[in-house]
């Protein structure tokens, strides 16, 4: 007589509490016996949830149910600190956490973040705080969930906003370039250059802040970008590399600005070698606190509004570069930018193209600005 086909050993088990209810319990990978968070109406319930469960094991999808009992806030705060972020980045995600997320998550475990919470957290900052603002704090809370699905705390992220991520920031002014050269003659000699390269060079402020004499080619009419000293809230300078690898790059002066940069290297800027082009009139480095009182009158003696900052000149160099007729990847090799597009891997910018632009800028700005170059 043939034996009998032995049976397949059920998964987990089923039991029924005093209350009435059935508990359902079975052995996790990692030999523990575990139990479902919840307990069922029914016999039938339980054994779906044990069949669920059995398949997500199969498929490698199981995650331990007490790994994401982590306080958001601890959680958080390690994420920031493993991140190794440039210093402004940091600085900006603390305050996002500070801020923004850790009043209403602080205490809340990782495993009981829920889409619904996500959605009353968004709309209620939404009602006290601009839309960038919270877009910015939205992104930063997706990618700390996200970190905590990969370290199999969590199943499923639980920030599912469509769109809820992206800015939509109104479009930045941009100054003719008759108020750049305005703003330079107002600043005064000692600050004029660090208006014309934010303009005409498309250099970021933390850029400027720390050139240094020897990045100056003064016979090629050549900007080396080679690291960035951007200054925090607290008032302590940075010194260190660029934000992306596309930042450091070398930039063709317009032949108009030739003389500033004599001029400035010789009246201003530190002597040495290694020496910083932009210091204060006691030979401090470059500091927004005491550069910004003459921005300020500077701007109000233009006629530029409140909203006008210093960064927004590199819109003018960017409009002005982009209408010489440049096509894109020389346009973001001179402003130091960076993109994923495919299509860009297949351009190349040379030195040519790139003086080609500055000759287009030095043309241009010579047109609109009546001889006063």
């Excluded at 007490?66 to 994420?79: I, K, L, N, S, Y």
């Excluded at 992206?166 to 108020?179: H, L, M, N, W, Y």
């Excluded at 250059?193 to 090629?220: C, H, I, K, N, Y």
């Excluded at 982009?322 to 990847?329: H, I």
Aim: aromatic content about 8%; overall charge positive; charged content about 30%.
């Amino acid at each position: 007589m043939p034996g009998r086909k032995p049976r397949k050993r059920r998964f987990g088990s089923v039991r029924k509490l005093p209350s009435g209810r059935f508990q359902a319990r079975y052995t996790a990978p990692d030999g523990l016996i575990r139990k479902a968070p919840d307990t069922f109406p029914s016999k039938t319930d339980a054994d779906l949830w044990l069949s669920e469960t059995e398949v997500d094991i199969a498929r490698g999808a199981w995650t331990d149910p007490h790994a994401g009992e982590v306080p958001f806030g601890e959680f958080a705060t390690r994420w920031v600190g493993e991140r190794g972020l440039a210093a402004t980045s940091a600085e900006l995600y603390r305050r996002l956490l500070r801020v923004h997320l850790l009043p209403t998550f602080a205490e809340v475990l990782v495993n009981e973040i829920t889409p619904a919470a996500v959605r009353t957290w968004r709309a209620a900052r939404l009602e006290t705080t601009g839309a960038t603002t919270v877009a910015k704090a939205y992104r930063l809370l997706k990618a700390i969930m996200e970190t905590a699905v990969e370290d199999d705390m969590i199943r499923r992220n639980p920030c599912r906003i469509k769109g809820a991520g992206q800015e939509s920031a109104a479009e930045r002014p941009i100054a003719t370039v008759d108020q750049v050269l305005d703003l330079a003659d107002h600043v005064g000699p000692r600050w004029r250059l660090m208006v014309l390269l934010a303009a005409f060079a498309s250099l970021r402020p933390e850029e400027l802040a720390e050139l240094r004499r020897g990045d100056v080619d003064v016979e090629q009419g050549v900007v080396r970008v080679r690291r960035a000293a951007p200054e925090l809230t607290t008032g302590r300078r940075v010194v260190g590399d660029l934000k992306s690898r596309a930042g450091r790059r070398e930039i063709v002066l317009p032949s108009f600005v030739h003389l500033d940069v004599r001029r400035h290297l010789e009246w201003f800027a530190q002597k040495e070698d290694d020496g910083l082009l932009f210091v204060g009139e006691r030979g401090a480095p470059f500091r927004r606190s005491t550069f910004g009182r003459r921005w300020r009158r500077a701007r109000a003696g233009v006629g530029l509004p409140e909203s006008f900052r210093f960064y927004d000149l590199r819109h003018t160099g960017n409009t002005l570069a982009a209408d010489t007729g440049a096509k894109l990847k020389d346009l973001m090799v001179r402003a130091g930018q960076s993109s994923t597009r495919a299509q860009l891997f297949y351009q190349h910018s040379t030195e040519r193209h790139q003086r080609k632009i500055a000759d287009g800028i030095d043309a241009e700005v010579r047109r609109r600005s009546d001889g006063r170059t």
